[in-house]
């Protein structure tokens, strides 16, 4: 049984119950429903369901916080008078193996302000990415290694 489906079907009933359909009460309804479902988890066997949903919230609150960490940066340098730029292209060498891993990460890079994908390698295993920030091309591959692309890889793998 699909349970995000369920999931989803639950959300709506929240919102149907009380006759509000916002995004507010969407969330709502999708949180009161995973709980449901956590709490009756026995009825449906082994699934990975619980554990994932987790991760793709760990992998959401992650991206945020590179994004402000982020702004910040580039605001800071667009805005003082000493500019810290030293731009560059980098190749990472990928260990997602699933396809839609891949774009997430890429799209995730590029969502993120002072980067930007730019190619995959023909065999998908090396993501080109433009940063603005590429004064330790090493460094800056061990973080998106160890941090954006080991959360992708155990949200979406």
């Known amino acids: 049984m699909n349970l995000l489906l369920l999931n989803v079907l639950l959300a709506f009933g929240w919102c149907a119950l009380f006759g509000v359909f916002t995004l507010g009460n969407l969330m709502a309804g999708l949180f009161v429903g995973f709980l449901a479902l956590w709490v009756s988890k026995p009825l449906f066997g082994e699934t990975t369901y619980f554990i994932r949903s987790i991760r793709v919230i760990r992998l959401f609150f992650f991206f945020l916080w590179e994004l402000v960490v982020s702004s910040s940066t580039v605001a800071w340098d667009v805005l003082t008078p000493r500019h810290r730029a030293r731009p560059g292209i980098i190749a990472l060498p ?27 390698s023909a065999d998908g295993r ?3 990415f433009h940063a603005m920030f590429a004064d330790d091309p090493e460094a800056l591959r061990r973080d998106l290694k160890a941090g954006m692309e080991r959360r992708v890889r155990e949200a979406l793998e």
């Open 94 to 120: 990928l260990d997602l193996e699933r396809d839609v891993s891949v774009m997430a990460l890429a799209n995730l890079i590029s969502l993120t302000p002072g980067s930007l994908s730019l190619d995959l």
């Open 126 to 128: 090396t993501l080109y």
